[in-house]
C-alpha cells in the first residue's frame, strides 16, 4: 500500500503521527483481545483456587458423597447433582418440544403480520430478570401449584414414582417450571432461525411430492437442520444448569435428597447462591467453590461443543 | 428512386448488406427449428385427449395479474412446452397446473382449470392429492439430504406406497436413466451426485409415486449440454407413459421435444403494468414453420428476445 | 362436480389421518406461541398489580424504611444501580468496541474465530460463577464494594456489546474501508473517522441492550455488593451499594408483606427498564440496519 502521492501534502509531522496512530490502535485493540484471554485464564485460576481446600480434602469422591454437615465439616454434592440434573432434565423435557414448535410457528406457520410481534414477545421473555422471575415464582407461583396442581397431580398421577408426595409451595416444581420458561425463548429464537434457513427448494420440493406442511418439516427441515437443534438444546441445558437466582429463590434449599418432584431440594448453583456468602467455615465456603467449579467445566463443555457444531454447520453451508 | 445519386446507391447497397445476412441467418435458425419441430408427427385433433383444460385462467400475486386470460388444453401423452421471453409467466402459469401456487401468500387463481373434469381449485379439493398425480421437476435440483434410495422413496412413504419399495425405487431410478449409475451406491448421499444425475434423482422422485402428469421447470437450464441432452433424450422417452409441460427458454429444445408448444408474450398495459399472455397454441411444427401470430414470428425468427 | 369419484378429494384411511395429523400439529404449533406470549402477559401483569398499591413518589425518593416499617422506598437502590452499570458501562463499552475493532481490522481469520469463540463460551458462564471469580479476585481481603459488582456486570456485558459491535462493523461496506485506504489515510485514521461514525447507531444499540440486561441480574453482585451499611444513599464506589436486584431478592424472600411490596414495585421498576431497553434496543438496530445498507 503506497502512501508517496495521495500524503505527499500532509507536513511530515502529521503523517508521522497518523501512523503512530496506527500502531497505537493495533495495539489497544490486541491488548483487549490479550486482556480477554487472561481473563479466561484468571476465571479459571481464580475459582479454583477458592476451591482448592476442598479439591484436595475431598477429591473427586465430592462428586458422589451425598452430605452437606457443617458440624462435622464434611461436604458431597452428589443431592446437589441429581437436584440439578432433574430441573435440568424437566426443564428441557417441556422446554424443547415447546420451543421447536414455536421456532416452527414463527418460520412457518404465521401469518406475516403476527411473525414480528409474537416473535419479540417470545424474546421478551428470556429479558425478563431471573430475580424478577424468581420473585413471581415465590410469591404466586409457588402458592399455586401448592394449593391447586400439586394436590391433582398426586391424586392423579400419584402412581408414579416420585410423582407422589405432599404438596409444597416450594420445591423442584416451581423450579422446573421457572427454569423451563427460561429455557424456552433461547431454544425457540435459535429454532426460528434454522428452520428460516432451510432452502425454500428444497422444502418446495417436497411439497410438490405431496407432502403435508408437517410431513415436510418432519422428512425435510427438520433432519436438515438436526444438529443445530442440538446446539440450541445444549445452550438450554447451560442455562438451566447455571440458573442460581431464581432457582434458589423457589427451590427451598433443603439439605436432604428430595422424596418428589414437590419437596424442596436444592441444586448446585442454588446452593452456591444461599450459602457462599456467609459459610461457618472456610471448608464449607471452598466447598461451595468446588461447586462453582463444577459448574463452569460443565458451562465450558456445553458450550464450546455448541459453538463447534455451529462451525461444522456454517462451514457446511459455505461449502455448498 | 431515380433521384438517387450513383454514389449514394453504391453506400446504400453496401449498408445493406449487413441487414441481408442477419436476415439469412434468422431465416436459417427458423428453418433449423423447423427441421426440428418437422420431427414430431402431429396427433390428429380428434384423438388428442385433454387432460387439463384451461378456460380464462389468470394468475395473479397480491391482486397483480402476472398472466392473463389463458385458455388452452393438456393433452395426454404428449409434451406441451411453453416459451416465450422472460417475464410472461410461463413459471407461474406452471406451478398454478399443481397448486404450489397456493404457497405463496396473495396467490390467486381466476378462471377454471381442470384435470379430467374435476375442478382443481375445487372446495373440497386437498392439494396434496392434486401434488400426487401432477408432479414437478424445479429449474435447480433440489435432492433432499438423504441417500439416494431415501430421496426416491420419500414421496412413496409419505403415501403409504410402501409395499416393494425397493422394486419401485429400483423402477423409478430406471425410468429417470440414473439406475445403472448409482444402484451400487444406493446408500451414498445424493449430494455427491453431480447436477446432471441429481436432476435426474429428481426425476426419478417424481416418478416414483407414479403422478399421470409431471411438470417441469426450465429442468435442465442449470445443467452442462451434455446433461440437458440427456434430459431431453430423457423427456422423449417419458411421454410414452407420462403427460409432460415443460416450461423452457431454449426454443431448440422445445422444439426438440415438444409436440405442441405454447408461445407466451409480454402485454404491457396503459399504466405501465406488465402481465404475461398466451399469444399461440399449437402442434410445434406449425408454432415454428408457420406462425400465425406476428409476435410469433417476431420470437421464433429471433427478431426480439 | 360432485365430489363422488372425485380424485382430488382426499379419500381412503390414510389420506385423512395425514391431513388430520398436519392439521393437529398447526394448531399445537400456535398453541405453544400463544402459551409462551400468555406467560409473558401473566409474568408482566401480575408484577404490574401487584406492584401498583406501592408506586408513589416516596417510593423513588426515599431510601428503606428502619426495620422495614411501612413507608420508605428505593432511592439508595435506584441509584446505586445506576452508579453499578455505569462503572460496568464504562469499563465494557471500549473493552467491547476495542475487540470487536480488532477481530475486524486486525485479527486473521482463525484468530477471529477464536476471539468469537472465547466471547460466546463466557457468554455462556453461569453468573453466579463470575460473582465467585470477582470475589475471590478483588473482595478477598478488601471487602464489598460497587465497584466489585460493577467489575462483575461489566463481564456479563463484554460478549454482547463485543458480538453486537462486531456484527455492526462487518455490516460497514468494504468499499468505505478501502476508500479510506485509498486516500492515503492508514488504518486508524479510517477506522477512526469513517467506520466508527457509520457504526455508531449499532454500537449504541448494542450497548443499550447490553445494559438492560446487566441492570437485571442479581448474582455478580451477590457476593459483591449486597452487604452495605445502613440505608441511606451511598455514592462511594468503593463502598457497597445498594442495588434493585438485590432489594428485589433479600425482600422476596422476607415473611413480611410489606417488604414483598416493595419487592414487586421494585420489580416493576426493573421489568419497565429492561423492557424498555430490549424493545428500545430492536427498533434502534432495525433503524441501524436499514441505514448502513443504504450506504452501501
Known amino acids: ?320 | ?305 | 362436480m360432485s365430489a363422488v369419484g372425485n380424485p382430488l378429494v382426499s379419500r381412503g384411511r390414510r389420506a385423512r389421518r395425514r391431513k388430520l395429523t398436519g392439521q393437529i400439529m398447526e394448531v399445537l404449533a400456535t398453541a405453544a406461541a400463544l402459551l409462551a406470549a400468555a406467560a409473558l402477559a401473566i409474568v408482566i401483569i401480575t408484577v404490574a398489580k401487584r406492584a401498583a398499591p406501592a408506586l408513589n413518589v416516596d417510593f423513588f425518593t426515599q431510601n428503606a424504611a428502619p426495620f422495614g416499617g411501612a413507608g420508605g422506598g428505593i432511592e439508595n437502590a435506584i441509584v446505586g444501580t445506576l452508579i453499578i452499570t455505569g462503572i460496568a458501562t464504562a469499563i465494557a463499552l471500549p473493552a467491547g468496541v476495542l475487540l470487536a475493532i480488532f477481530n475486524t481490522e486486525f485479527a486473521p481469520r482463525r484468530l477471529a474465530d477464536l476471539i468469537s469463540l472465547t466471547l460466546n463460551v463466557l457468554a455462556g458462564v453461569p453468573t453466579i460463577v463470575i460473582g465467585v471469580f470477582i470475589f475471590a479476585l478483588v473482595v478477598v481481603g478488601r471487602g464489598q464494594s460497587a465497584f466489585a459488582g460493577s467489575l462483575g456486570l461489566s463481564i456479563v456485558m463484554l460478549p454482547l456489546v463485543a458480538r453486537a459491535s462486531e456484527e455492526v462493523l462487518r455490516l460497514v461496506p468494504s468499499h468505505l474501508r478501502e476508500g479510506g485506504m485509498a486516500l492515503g489515510a492508514t488504518r486508524a485514521r479510517t477506522v477512526i473517522t469513517v467506520i466508527l461514525p457509520t457504526a455508531i447507531g449499532g454500537i449504541v444499540t448494542a450497548t443499550i441492550v447490553a445494559v438492560a440486561r446487566a441492570a437485571g441480574e442479581t448474582a455478580p453482585l451477590l457476593f459483591t455488593t449486597s452487604i452495605f451499611v445502613g440505608t441511606a444513599v451511598n455514592t462511594d464506589p468503593s463502598q457497597a451499594m445498594a442495588s434493585i436486584p438485590m432489594v428485589i431478592f433479600s425482600y422476596s424472600e422476607s415473611p413480611d408483606p410489606h417488604a414483598q411490596q416493595q419487592a414487586w414495585a421494585a420489580a416493576l421498576v426493573l421489568v419497565a427498564v429492561v423492557l424498555v431497553g430490549s424493545i428500545a434496543g430492536r427498533l434502534l438496530s432495525l433503524r441501524t440496519r436499514r441505514q448502513i445498507e443504504q450506504v452501501r
Open chain 1, 1 to 320: 500500500m503506497t502512501t508517496e502521492t495521495p500524503t505527499s501534502h500532509i507536513p511530515l509531522s502529521a503523517r508521522r503521527r497518523w501512523r503512530l496512530g496506527d500502531v497505537l490502535l493495533q495495539g489497544i485493540a490486541g491488548a483487549a483481545a490479550l486482556g480477554l484471554a487472561a481473563l479466561m485464564v484468571l476465571l479459571v485460576v481464580e475459582v479454583v483456587g477458592q476451591a482448592h481446600a476442598a479439591l484436595s480434602e475431598f477429591g473427586l469422591g465430592f462428586l458422589h458423597t451425598s452430605v452437606w454437615n457443617t458440624v462435622k465439616d464434611t461436604y458431597g454434592a452428589l443431592d446437589l447433582i441429581f437436584g440439578t440434573l432433574v430441573t435440568a432434565a424437566v426443564a428441557l423435557l417441556i422446554a424443547v418440544p415447546l420451543a421447536i414448535a414455536i421456532g416452527l410457528f414463527l418460520s412457518e406457520l404465521a401469518p406475516r403480520a403476527l411473525r414480528t410481534p409474537v416473535g419479540t414477545m417470545v424474546e421478551l421473555l428470556a429479558a425478563i430478570p431471573s430475580v424478577v422471575l424468581g420473585l413471581w415464582g415465590i410469591l404466586v407461583l409457588g402458592p399455586f401449584l401448592n394449593e391447586h396442581v400439586e394436590p391433582f397431580m398426586i391424586a392423579h398421577l400419584g402412581f408414579v414414582p416420585f410423582l407422589d408426595g405432599f404438596p409444597s409451595p416450594v420445591g423442584l416444581l416451581p423450579a422446573c417450571l421457572i427454569l423451563t420458561l427460561m429455557v424456552v425463548p433461547i431454544v425457540a429464537s435459535i429454532s426460528r432461525e434454522l428452520f428460516t434457513s432451510v432452502p425454500g427448494e428444497l422444502k418446495q420440493g417436497a411439497l410438490a411430492l405431496g407432502a403435508t406442511r408437517w410431513e415436510m418439516v418432519r422428512g425435510v427441515a427438520m433432519p436438515q437442520v438436526s444438529g443445530g437443534l442440538v446446539a440450541a438444546v445444549m445452550l438450554g441445558f447451560g442455562r438451566a444448569v447455571g440458573e442460581a437466582i431464581a432457582v434458589t429463590q423457589v427451590i427451598g434449599g433443603s439439605l436432604t435428597r428430595p422424596d418428589s418432584i414437590y419437596a424442596p431440594a436444592d441444586t448446585m448453583a442454588s446452593r452456591l447462591a444461599a450459602q457462599y456468602a456467609g459459610t461457618a467455615t472456610s471448608l464449607q465456603k471452598s466447598s461451595l467453590a468446588y461447586l462453582a467449579v463444577i459448574l463452569l467445566v460443565i458451562s465450558l463443555l456445553t458450550n464450546v461443543a455448541a459453538q463447534v457444531i455451529v462451525r461444522r454447520i456454517q462451514r457446511r453451508l459455505g461449502h455448498r
Open chain 2, 1 to 305: 428512386m431515380s433521384t438517387v445519386s450513383e454514389p449514394d446507391r453504391a453506400e446504400r447497397t453496401e449498408a445493406a448488406q449487413p441487414e441481408d445476412t442477419t436476415d439469412a441467418v434468422l431465416q436459417q435458425s427458423q428453418s433449423k427449428l423447423g427441421e426440428l419441430a418437422a420431427q414430431h408427427t402431429p396427433v390428429p385433433e380428434e384423438q388428442r385427449e385433454p387432460v387439463l383444460r384451461l378456460d380464462g385462467v389468470t394468475v395473479s400475486y397480491s391482486g397483480a395479474p402476472a398472466v392473463c386470460d389463458v385458455t388452452m388444453d393438456v393433452f395426454r401423452y404428449q409434451v406441451t412446452a411453453f416459451i416465450g421471453p422472460s417475464g410472461c409467466g410461463k413459471t407461474t402459469l406452471l406451478r398454478s397446473l399443481n397448486r404450489m401456487n397456493d404457497l405463496i401468500t396473495g396467490a390467486t387463481v381466476d378462471g377454471r382449470i381442470t384435470y379430467h373434469g374435476h375442478d382443481l381449485y375445487g372446495s373440497a379439493v386437498d392439494p396434496v392429492e392434486v401434488r400426487r398425480r401432477i408432479g414437478m421437476v424445479f429449474q435447480r435440483p433440489n435432492p433432499f439430504p438423504k441417500s439416494i434410495f431415501d430421496n426416491v422413496a420419500f414421496g412413496l412413504r409419505l403415501h403409504g406406497m410402501k409395499d416393494n419399495l425397493d422394486e419401485r425405487v429400483e423402477t423409478a431410478l430406471s425410468k429417470a436413466a440414473l439406475w445403472d449409475e448409482v444402484k451400487d451406491r444406493l446408500n451414498k448421499s445424493a449430494l455427491a451426485l453431480s447436477g446432471g444425475q441429481q436432476q435426474r434423482l429428481c426425476i426419478a422422485r417424481a416418478l416414483a409415486i407414479e403422478p399421470e402428469i409431471v411438470l417441469m421447470d426450465e429442468p435442465a437450464s442449470a445443467l452442462d449440454p451434455i446433461a440437458t441432452q440427456r434430459i431431453e433424450d430423457l423427456v422423449g422417452e417419458l411421454k410414452r407413459d407420462y403427460t409432460i409441460v415443460i416450461v423452457t427458454h431454449n426454443m431448440q429444445q422445445a422444439a426438440r421435444v415438444a409436440d405442441m408448444t405454447a408461445f407466451f408474450s409480454v402485454d404491457v398495459k396503459d399504466g405501465g403494468h406488465r402481465n404475461g399472455v398466451l399469444v399461440e397454441y399449437a402442434p410445434t411444427a406449425d408454432l415454428f414453420i408457420r406462425p400465425a401470430d406476428s409476435r410469433t414470428e417476431a420470437y421464433v425468427t429471433g427478431r426480439f428476445g
